[in-house]
């Protein structure tokens, strides 16, 4: 299938959790604890995939799910004492690598900014041993689920939280220099409802999603990529994930294939952020080597 020309990517905007570092399993960590204490099983990917990145509401579709006799306060108030665990956090395969390329080694100059649901202060326990962040992103180009200016706006699946970062980017400018545009800007996520909010924000998306994610969303990938999910997918029995051998096969080597594409060629699925394919999104690079 051909798909109209797009223009070369002048701007990226991150996640952290789950994309940058691995966040999301020390998450899984302290929700299991907690589920434990009340006789709950672990929590399955197939629960987390509706409430990843969705707030409040996701948080409130879990504790349905595990019919816990506390309430959204409570269950909050033990996950923050549990905030220690994310001093643990370590950059995830290929990150390091990508932001400093798109940072300090693009030519011409590709702007880069986070954009997370997550709170700020939070964001500074997860990273404080991570400098190669904060080196890439300037504090005025990263917005958090509870920066003021989201007041009034909607989380993701939303498209506002990204809105608000191309809009963050473009005041960072130059004067003299051409606005960056959406369809300039290409978004990078590891949760379904992010992906449907860079969707819905006009932007092209990376989706690099954890791999238990991935076995959930197996026979789904195309919905998920065209932002097609509108804040539900139905879950995939465990039972089902495997087809075999042969298929699976396929479907391991496939990371460059057109599947991992969407119908309309303006969203990919990849494995990780290693070997990021930056020509292919018109990107170049200064020099090759570090």
């Known amino acids: 299938m051909s798909h109209p020309k797009l223009p070369p990517v002048r701007a990226c905007i991150f996640d952290v959790d789950g994309l940058l570092i691995n966040s999301e399993d020390i998450y899984t960590e302290i929700y299991n604890n907690i589920l434990h204490t009340y006789g709950r099983p672990d929590l399955p990917w197939s629960i987390k995939a509706l409430q990843q990145s969705r707030g409040r509401k996701g948080t409130l579709r879990m504790l349905e799910w595990a019919q816990l006799p506390i309430s959204l306060e409570e269950w909050t108030a033990q996950v923050n004492a549990q905030q220690e665990q994310f001093q643990k ?3 995830l395969p290929g990150a390091p690598e990508i932001l400093y390329d ?17 709170g700020q202060r939070l964001f500074e326990v997860k990273t404080a ?10 504090p005025d180009r990263r917005v958090f689920g509870n920066d003021p200016a989201m007041e009034g706006k909607l989380g993701k699946p939303a498209p506002d939280i990204f809105l608000l970062a191309l809009r963050r980017i473009n005041e960072a400018r130059e004067a003299h220099e051409q606005p960056v545009v959406a369809e300039e800007c290409l978004v990078f996520e590891d949760s379904i409802a992010g992906v449907e909010a860079g969707r819905r924000a006009g932007m092209r998306v990376v989706w690099v999603p954890h791999h238990d994610l991935l076995e959930v969303c197996r026979g789904k990938e195309e919905m998920v990529l065209m932002g097609a999910v509108t804040g539900e997918i139905e879950a995939v029995d465990s039972s089902q994930g495997y087809k075999g051998p042969e298929v699976e096969q ?18 990919e699925l990849l494995r990780s952020l290693e070997g990021f394919p930056y020509e292919r999104y018109g990107i170049r690079l200064a020099c090759l080597d570090h």
């Open 102 to 118: 798109l940072s300090r080694n693009s030519s011409p100059q590709v702007d880069v900014a986070l954009a997370s649901s997550a």
């Open 250 to 267: 396929q479907y391991d080597q496939g990371r460059d294939s057109q599947r991992w594409k969407s119908e309309d060629g303006r969203a």
């Open 89 to 91: 956090c370590v950059m």
């Open 129 to 138: 041993s991570l400098p190669a962040i904060k080196r890439a992103i300037s």
